[in-house]
């Protein structure tokens, strides 16, 4: 089915006289006739449910209809996307291992790889942005277990070139991780370019109502494990009575292992209620992914018009770097924009507060036109001169177009600049 449909119909298929929408499952824990009967599922946590930190009905319900539209083998949910980027990495690196990733990415992977994972043992090897196939073999070592990139990077919103990510990852035998937030499995599904594991913070398009902030962790179900370098999904799990994962699961083999061994140690899975609320955001995505698109080709071209404007990155635009790659790789280039107003600093406090429709605040990919600006808000704690070593403009304003009317749109973005 194409996605228009799975967005409505995937993960959940009512029988006879079984409600149409999928109930919310508002229970922690689920009953069993006998201790036979539990300790078959202790056995083998797959069979069935135990416990509302491992699986939930209305979750899985959501799991399987994300793992539809990205063509997945199978799909965990979590509380944040935050929980789904930090597990995709320590579902196959341990302390003593490394992984490599570009720097085009959502800050806050930047400071969990650069800080937190750190501490934890596990080291992100940074390339450059953009780094050709020579600079990726390069930055390999012998301990490195994973590459990892963004389809289309918040804020810079440059796009991956996956060809190239693809086939150095696995001709070094690790798998691609993809974080495809901004463009969501209707612009752009990484599986088909290679990707071996996808993540998303759902807080973004995917809810798209700005209701609550989940992620979800999708297995294309397509990587080898069993190439000598992942001995934690072949050899025996000690936590789980001596299985091997690849053995008993075999194309599920990673996100199984996410669920009964990070999601049981960690407990980052989402509610059901909010589950629920996600699903309802998924069901109109691929109608909603067309207007953000439209509206934000059109906002993107109003701006680079404007005189008061001196760069714009949208690579929905022609003249931008990305438009090639783009056009490669994306359906649309989706509602987000950034652009640098000229005079820096104050030209960009003054625009952002003239503005009426647009809202001020730390979010992107909603239904409503909200606006940031990075150097006073997200990157406040950096001098201009560190946002510039940043690549962050301190006039740079992040646009997140909504779904209002363009001309609304366009009218409130007058308003700014004539206060410029
Ligand atoms: C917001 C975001 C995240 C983090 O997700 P949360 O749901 O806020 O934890 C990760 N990656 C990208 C690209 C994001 O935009």
Redesign the pocket.
């Known amino acids: 089915m194409k996605d228009e449909t799975l967005c409505l119909h995937a993960g959940y298929a009512p029988g006879n006289a079984e409600p149409r929408v999928m109930p919310i499952v508002q229970s922690t824990t689920y009953v069993y006739d006998s201790t036979e009967d539990i300790a078959a599922v202790f056995d083998d946590p797959t069979r069935s449910l135990i416990y509302s930190r491992f699986a939930n009905p209305t979750v899985m319900a959501v799991e399987s209809k994300i793992a539809a539209l990205e063509g997945g083998a199978g799909a965990m949910c979590t509380s944040?996307?935050?929980a789904a980027?930090l597990l995709s990495i320590l579902n196959i690196c341990s302390a003593g291992d490394s992984f490599i990733s570009t720097p085009m990415i959502?800050g806050?992977?930047i400071n969990l790889f650069s800080y937190t994972l750190k501490k934890m043992g596990v080291e992100c090897i940074f390339v450059k942005p953009d780094a050709d196939e020579e600079e990726l073999h390069a930055a390999f070592r012998p301990n490195t277990k994973a590459v990892f990139g963004?389809t289309l990077a918040?804020p810079s919103l440059q796009v991956l070139d996956f060809g190239t990510y693809a086939r150095v990852a696995h001709e070094h035998n690790v798998p691609l991780i993809i974080?495809n937030?901004?463009a969501t499995p209707i612009l752009c599904k990484p599986i088909d370019f290679g990707a071996d594991i996808v993540v998303h913070?759902t807080?973004?398009y995917m809810d798209g109502h700005a209701l609550q902030?989940?992620?979800v962790i999708v297995d294309s179900g397509g990587f080898n494990w069993n190439n000598g370098n992942f001995p934690g999904l072949v050899e025996p799990d000690e936590s789980y009575h001596g299985l091997s994962y690849v053995e008993a699961y075999g194309k599920a083999a990673y996100i199984i292992k996410a669920r009964m061994q990070l999601m049981r140690d960690f407990g980052v899975y989402p509610a059901a209620h909010s589950a629920f609320l996600l699903n309802i955001g998924l069901e109109t995505m691929a109608i909603r992914m067309e207007r953000y698109c439209e509206n934000g080709l059109m906002v993107a071209d109003f701006l680079s018009g404007s005189d008061k404007v001196e760069a714009v990155s949208y690579p929905g635009l022609k003249s931008d770097p990305y438009y090639q790659l783009a056009q490669q790789y994306l359906k649309g280039a989706g509602g987000v924009i950034s652009f640098n107003i000229k005079g820096g600093r104050a030209n960009a406090i003054r625009f952002m507060d003239a503005l009426k429709l647009a809202s001020n605040e730390v979010h992107?990919c909603d239904i409503r036109t909200c606006v940031l600006h990075p150097a006073s808000a997200t990157h406040r704690q950096l001098t201009d001169a560190q946002l510039e070593a940043a690549g962050i403009h301190p006039g740079m304003i992040r646009f997140s177009v909504g779904l209002e009317h363009v001309d609304d749109i366009i009218d409130d973005i007058k308003l700014g600049l004539s206060a410029v």
Do not use: A, I, L
């Open positions: 944040s996307g935050q980027t959502y806050g992977s963004e918040n974080d937030t901004f913070s807080s973004k902030v989940g992620g992107v």
